[in-house]
C-alpha cells in the first residue's frame, strides 16, 4: 500500500469557479478525515467519514464545501464558487482506530490557489 | 474542546544541540497526544504519539516526548540536532471517543551549521 493519496497537487482557479479534490486513503482505513491548512497555521478539522458515513462537519465546512465518499473507498472534496479565502492546503488522512493506533496517516495534500 | 498551545513559532538551533520543542494541552478527559512534522509542501508525518501508556514516548528519528499531566505539557525533545531536522512541527491532541484531531499552529525548526 502506497500511503493516502491526494489528486491533484496543485490546482490554479479562477475566483467563482468549482474546484474538486480526490483522496484515496490506506485501503483497510475505515476513517477518512478532511482538513484545510493555511499558511503559518496547524492544520483545521473540516469533516470525517467512518466508511461511507460522513459523521462530522466543521463549521468551517460552509454550505459551498460538500465532501463525499460514495462506496467507503475515496473521498471526494468539493468548493463550489471559489473565494479567494478558500486559498489554502486541504489535507486527507485516514485512520482504523479498531487497532488502537490512533495516529492519522496523512497524504501530501492539495493546495488550492484562487486567483 | 481540545485544544494545543506550541510556545514559539519558531526555534533555532545550532548542528549537535538540544532541540525542545513545547507543547501545553487543554483538555476535559485525558487526552491522546501527538507530535507530526511536516516538511515544505508535503503532508505530515507522525513522529511519535501518547495514548496513556508510558508517559515517555519515543518516536522516530530520535525524537522523545513526555507526557506531564501535572504540567499539561508534551514537550518534543531531541538530544542532538541534525540539519535534516528542520522542519515545521505540530503538536496534536485528540480525546477518546472525539474525531476531531486539534492541531497548534506549529513551530518552525532550524538548523544552522
Known amino acids: 500500500d502506497t500511503g493516502v493519496s491526494q489528486d491533484p497537487r496543485h490546482k490554479i482557479t479562477k475566483r467563482g469557479q468549482n474546484v474538486t479534490f480526490r483522496c484515496d486513503p490506506i485501503?483497510?482505513?475505515?476513517?477518512l478525515y478532511w482538513y484545510r491548512q493555511t499558511l503559518g497555521q496547524g492544520p483545521e478539522f473540516l469533516t470525517y467519514?467512518?466508511?461511507?458515513?460522513?459523521?462530522?462537519k466543521s463549521r468551517l465546512l460552509s454550505d459551498r464545501f460538500s465532501a463525499e465518499r460514495p462506496k467507503g473507498s475515496f473521498s471526494t472534496l468539493e468548493i463550489q464558487r471559489t473565494e479567494q479565502g478558500d486559498s489554502a492546503m486541504y489535507l486527507c488522512?485516514?485512520?482504523?482506530?479498531?487497532?488502537?493506533?490512533?495516529?492519522?496517516?496523512f497524504g501530501s495534500g492539495t493546495r488550492l490557489t484562487v486567483v | 474542546a481540545q485544544s494545543v498551545t506550541q510556545l514559539g513559532s519558531h526555534v533555532s538551533v545550532s548542528e549537535g544541540a538540544l532541540v525542545l520543542l513545547r507543547c501545553n494541552y487543554s483538555?476535559?478527559?485525558?487526552?491522546?497526544l501527538f507530535w507530526y512534522v511536516q516538511y515544505p509542501n508535503q503532508g505530515l508525518q507522525l513522529l511519535l504519539k501518547?495514548?496513556?501508556?508510558?508517559?515517555l514516548v519515543k518516536g522516530i528519528n530520535g525524537f522523545e516526548a513526555e507526557f506531564k499531566k501535572s504540567e499539561t505539557s508534551f514537550h518534543l525533545t531531541k538530544p542532538s540536532a541534525h540539519m535534516s531536522d528542520a522542519a515545521e512541527y505540530f503538536c496534536?491532541?485528540?480525546?477518546?471517543?472525539?474525531?476531531?484531531?486539534?492541531f497548534g499552529a506549529g513551530t518552525r525548526l532550524t538548523v544552522k551549521p
Open positions: 488522512a485516514s485512520s482504523f482506530p479498531q487497532t488502537r493506533d490512533y495516529g492519522y496517516t
Open positions: 485501503s483497510e482505513h475505515n476513517r
Open positions: 467519514f467512518q466508511n461511507e458515513a460522513q459523521l462530522e
Open positions: 483538555s476535559s478527559v485525558p487526552p491522546y
Open positions: 501518547y495514548t496513556s501508556a508510558a508517559t
Open positions: 496534536a491532541v485528540s480525546e477518546p471517543g472525539n474525531n476531531d484531531m486539534r
